[in-house]
Antibody
Framework: EVQLVESGGGLVQPGGSLRLSCAAS????????MNWVRQAPGKGLEWVSY????????YYADSVRGRFTISRDNAKNSLYLQLNSLRAEDTAVYYC????????????WGQGTLVTVSS | QSVLTQLPSVSGAPGQRVTISCTGS?????????VHWYQQLPGTVPKLLIY???NRPSGVPDRFSGSKSGTSASLAITGLQAEDEADYYC?????????FGGGTKLTVL
């Protein structure tokens, strides 16, 4: 079954940067679109960013556009999210999630990585 | 404020039927985009529960069903069980953005 494992979260000061990674396995990563979804503590789900299977199409939520950058390395079966100019409101668990076979539903999710923005 | 609107909470007794609603607009659900539902048990990762408005992934009990009409969608749960107590989120597509509802907390009395 599809496996997604995020890493790279941690505590960072406001204005700082962080790079999240998502290691994919047990499926043909290069053939599937990927996303980042986040969940602030005690809050709901928020879609953050999308990247097509080839990386040629990329979209961002308005709340992160210009500060976050999504990318992928199909040779390494890995998805990334570069987080810059971090704010307190970016504090959340960040999940990578894939569109696997259910249209534009998030079929599979990683376990998440916590990003805490605080001084 | 979420693009898709859900009531914050709903409750029901074991064995009962409950419905969770999700209201969107002409740019998302009303534009013909599918609605999907997720279940998030306490302390766990969200799990796809219903996709494409009314389809269940393998392993999801048929007690869960989904429907869509106009700019709204609903998730119905019949034969309510204690293990159904969770947060439920609807999700759709809205012009190069994927949008979620704010979530509904289901309490089994």
């Amino acid at each position: 079954e599809v496996q997604l494992v995020e890493s790279g979260g941690g505590l960072v000061q406001p204005g700082g940067s962080l790079r999240l990674s998502c290691a994919a396995s047990r499926f043909t990563f290069s053939g599937y679109e990927m996303n980042w979804v986040r969940q602030a503590p005690g809050k709901g789900l928020e879609w953050v960013s999308y990247i097509s299977s080839s990386g040629s199409s990329i979209y961002y939520a308005d709340s992160v556009r210009g500060r976050f950058t999504i990318s992928r390395d199909n040779a390494k079966n890995s998805l990334y999210l570069q987080l810059n100019s971090l704010r307190a409101e970016d504090t959340a668990v960040y999940y990578c999630a894939t569109f696997y076979g259910s249209g534009n539903a998030f079929d599979y999710w990683g376990q998440g990585t916590l990003v805490t923005v605080s001084s | 404020q979420s693009v898709l609107t859900q009531l914050p909470s709903v409750s029901g007794a074991p064995g009962q039927r409950v419905t969770i609603s999700c209201t969107g607009s002409s740019s998302n659900i009303g534009a013909g985009n599918d609605v999907h539902w997720y279940q998030q048990l306490p302390g766990t990762v969200p799990k796809l529960l219903i996709y494409g408005n009314s389809n269940r992934p393998s392993g999801v009990p048929d007690r869960f069903s989904g429907s869509k009409s106009g700019t709204s969608a609903s998730l119905a749960i019949t034969g309510l069980q204690a293990e159904d107590e969770a947060d439920y989120y609807c999700q759709s597509y809205d012009g190069s953005h994927w949008v979620f509802g704010g979530g509904t907390k289901l309490t089994v009395l």
